[in-house]
């Protein structure tokens, strides 16, 4: 699969990825990616933003595929509990925001902070580093077991943004484009 043959939808976290992000230069670079927009991207809330992004994948003409960072990834977890088997062909989950750091995130919804912990109804990685202020490497992983994603260790990365030096993340668009090689059979789209 190549990302030409498929909708690729950018899910940002709290604040939205800015500009100088790495999902907002691979919005502008990949063709078939657009982003999931919210309403408040500093008040972030369970039910406002997964019904998003289910709106989102149900108006996909393609197979989709989900490119999640931050809080962006519980946002997916959310919506993975509303979507149709076969409706996502896969999710790039990146740097995972904590429970206690989406706790302190002022405007974070209440029902937003706890993680949904069921495995995604999709294949997924998530990838996560060992020096991320939002999240440990540790909690990290108990969350790919819970969402039956693949793991993958990002080293002494940060948070994986533009701050920490993340910007066009190029290793980054490599190891999605191998994602996207690793999406074994394009699932057939659903009758809407």
Not at 8 to 24: A, F, K
Not at 132 to 143: I, S, W
Not at 153 to 171: I, K, M, Q, T, Y
């Amino acid at each position: 699969m190549k990302s030409s043959d498929v909708d690729i939808l950018i899910i940002p976290g709290w604040s939205g990825s800015g500009p100088e992000h790495w999902q907002s230069r691979w919005e502008a670079r990949l063709t078939t990616a657009r982003r999931v927009v919210q309403d408040d991207w500093y008040k972030p809330s369970r039910h406002v933003w997964a019904e998003r992004i289910v709106q989102a994948v149900r108006s996909a003409t393609r197979p989709v595929v989900l490119v999640a960072h931050s809080a962006g990834c519980s946002a997916v977890a959310f919506a993975a509990e509303h979507l149709h088997p076969g409706e996502v062909a896969g999710a790039f989950l990146v740097a995972p925001a904590s429970e206690k750091a989406k706790g302190a995130v002022p405007g974070m919804g209440p029902d937003f902070i706890a993680h949904r912990r069921e495995r995604l109804p999709f294949p997924s990685v998530l990838i996560a580093s060992a020096s991320d202020p939002y999240c440990t490497q540790d909690e990290a992983r108990e969350l790919a077991e819970a969402w039956g994603s693949e793991f993958v260790d990002a080293g002494d990365s940060g948070h994986l943004n533009s701050e920490s030096g993340h910007g066009p993340w190029p290793d980054g668009l490599l190891r999605f484009a191998g994602f996207l090689k690793s999406l074994s059979a394009v699932p057939q789209r659903l009758s809407q």
